[in-house]
């Protein structure tokens, strides 16, 4: 069983920072692949970026440039650092494993941006 743990959610000011840490444990965390999602109030979830076991990246068009995603798989952990955060980053953000026992969300952590 894969459990899945965020933090580093909080309130920021537009412009600011916030880094985001998923820990996962029973997992072949090196060789699945990672992903953040965010929710807002009233929309789908999306993917914001998501790390191959092997270390390739890709992100949503709204966050190039700004977020990037990381992983230590020495910890299982993976990471997003969020910059020149906006008011419609806002939401709840998740992170998925995805490997061959199928998918396994964390309970999320809220990223409110507003001054």
């Known amino acids: 069983q894969v459990h899945l743990v965020e933090s580093g959610g909080g309130l920021v000011q537009p412009g600011g920072s916030l880094r985001l840490s998923c820990a996962a444990s029973?997992?072949?965390?090196?060789?699945?692949?990672m992903g953040w999602y965010r929710q807002a109030p009233g929309k789908q979830r999306e993917l914001v970026a998501a790390i191959l076991g092997g270390g390739t990246t890709r992100y949503a068009d709204s966050v190039k440039g700004r977020f990037t995603i990381s992983r230590d798989n020495t910890q299982n952990t993976m990471y997003l650092q969020m910059n020149s955060l906006k008011p419609e980053d806002t939401a709840v953000y998740y992170c998925?494993?995805?490997?061959?026992?199928?998918?396994?969300w964390g309970q999320g952590t809220q990223v409110t941006v507003s001054s």
């Open positions: 998925k494993h995805s490997g061959g026992s199928g998918a396994y």
């Open positions: 029973g997992s072949d965390f090196s060789i699945v692949t």
